[in-house]
């Protein structure tokens, strides 16, 4: 490792302290059950407030709950004009393929992948704004039980080098107690083209108490294999166009490496309103917010997070 890396795996370590201190006095049995008991009111109170499912929805929302993940099209899913937002989205990932590394503050960059931030994406309101479509938050909204927070998105290009570090190892996301992110795939993604790939909602619980994951960080496949077996670890292969929503905060999962192929995806991210991290980079700023307002109703207005 160069001294840069040294550097960024320093500095990474620091950033992230707060958020695994947090994590850990959360797990305190005596504060948990309190923190428990509070939510699971809030919870209650709010549950004649959910917005009503068609049949169609409702059966989403069953798998949802029973696997921690569904898997389907944009076509299927049949939110409005997202043959728009698609249509934008792989431009932009097709600007990201000209790229590796760079400087420009709209772009995250490492050795492994290349995104862009919300804050550019702003910018781009049929991609901004589609994952604020009320079929989509009503899905979410009674998923989680609460109002909820669009976190923001990025689409990132993963690079074809076959290796395994950050969220390319197994994880669990520590935004909140329930984050759904919606992953759509902006090009053919094969076994060897960097699939996303999951371990089932109840062998991830078990996986938890097996590996007594309860401070957070990244797993290695060995790690993982000492508690799941590989023959029960899913992928999600799928042509252009594929939509994963999955609770990325119960589900291990992890953007495989690609081999052969890059990958090139698009992610929107949700919690409730009362999220345990809110991450910055994330965020719109205070311009981009007032140049999109006027075409929010105030239900999004209140779902849209700002910096």
């Not at 006095?25 to 509070?38: A, C, F, G, S």
């Not at 798998?63 to 043959?83: A, M, Q, V």
């Not at 993963?158 to 090009?187: C, P, S």
């Not at 060897?192 to 938890?208: C, N, R, T, V, Y």
Request: glycine letters at 4%.
């Amino acid at each position: 490792m160069n001294y840069s890396n040294n550097l960024k795996s320093i500095y990474y370590k620091i950033k992230y302290t707060p958020y695994k201190i947090m994590r850990v006095i959360n797990r305190l049995p005596v504060l948990q059950t309190k923190l428990e008991l509070k939510l699971q009111k809030r919870i209650k109170n709010y549950t004649p407030l959910l917005p009503k499912l068609n049949s169609e929805d409702l059966e989403i929302l069953k798998t949802l709950k029973k696997d921690g993940i569904y898997i389907t099209s944009i076509e299927k899913l049949g939110l409005p004009f997202s043959n728009i937002m698609f249509d934008s989205a792989i431009s932009l990932a097709e600007q990201l393929s000209q790229i590796r590394f760079s400087k420009n503050k709209n772009l995250i960059c490492n050795e492994h992948s290349v995104s862009i931030t919300t804050g550019y994406l702003a910018n781009f309101p049929e991609i901004f704004l589609w994952a604020l479509e009320t079929k989509l938050l009503n899905l979410v909204e009674n998923y989680i039980g609460l109002p909820v927070i669009y976190q923001g998105l990025a689409i990132r290009r993963d690079f074809t080098d076959g290796k395994q570090a950050d969220v390319r190892k197994w994880h669990l996301d520590w935004e909140d107690r329930h984050t759904i992110k919606v992953i759509i795939y902006l090009n053919d993604v094969d076994v060897d083209g960097g699939p996303l790939e999951h371990i089932h909602k109840d062998s991830s619980f078990q996986a938890i108490k097996t590996l007594n994951y309860y401070n957070l960080g990244y797993l290695s496949d060995d790690e993982m294999m000492s508690a799941i077996p590989k023959s029960q670890w899913q992928t999600c292969i799928g042509n252009a166009g594929t939509l994963i929503v999955i609770d990325t905060s119960i589900i291990f999962h992890r953007a495989s490496p690609p081999i052969n192929r890059e990958r090139f995806s698009l992610t929107f991210c949700y919690t409730s309103d009362r999220p345990k991290v809110m991450w910055t980079c994330r965020q719109i700023s205070q311009k981009q917010w007032q140049s999109i307002e006027h075409r929010l109703d105030e239900r999004q207005k209140k779902c849209l997070s700002k910096k």
